[in-house]
């Protein structure tokens, strides 16, 4: 069993910065893509960031140049820096691992962000 436990997640004003992490631990071979998922109420859930082991990532469109997502491969912890939120970034962050060999998605309980204006 793999657990991803977040943390970081918080009440901010408007152009604020927020650090999210997420550590993945148990029985781990090999993590492929970590990143970061949101749903906001009423929403689906929408990609924010990924990153692969060798340190390709992808973002959403809408959080390009505010949002930086980072990876500590040796502690499998990823971390997701939010600068100049915005209250449309108010959702729940959840985060993803896929673990290999069998490419399983595993996802953390979400962490709560509130950007108020």
């Known amino acids: 069993q793999v657990h991803l436990v977040e943390s970081g997640g918080g009440l901010v004003q408007a152009g604020g910065s927020l650090r999210l992490s997420c550590a993945a631990s148990g029985r781990i071979f090999s993590i492929h893509t970590m990143g970061w998922y949101r749903q906001a109420p009423g929403k689906q859930r929408e990609l924010v960031a990924t990153m692969s082991s060798g340190g390709s990532t992808n973002y959403a469109d809408s959080v390009k140049g505010r949002f930086t997502i980072s990876r500590d491969n040796a502690k499998n912890t990823v971390y997701l820096q939010m600068n100049s939120l915005k209250p449309d970034d108010t959702a729940v962050y959840y985060c993803?691992?896929?673990?290999?060999?069998?490419?399983?998605?595993?996802w953390g309980q979400g962490t709560q962000v509130t950007v108020s204006s």
């Open positions: 993803n691992a896929r673990i290999l060999p069998m490419s399983i998605d595993y």
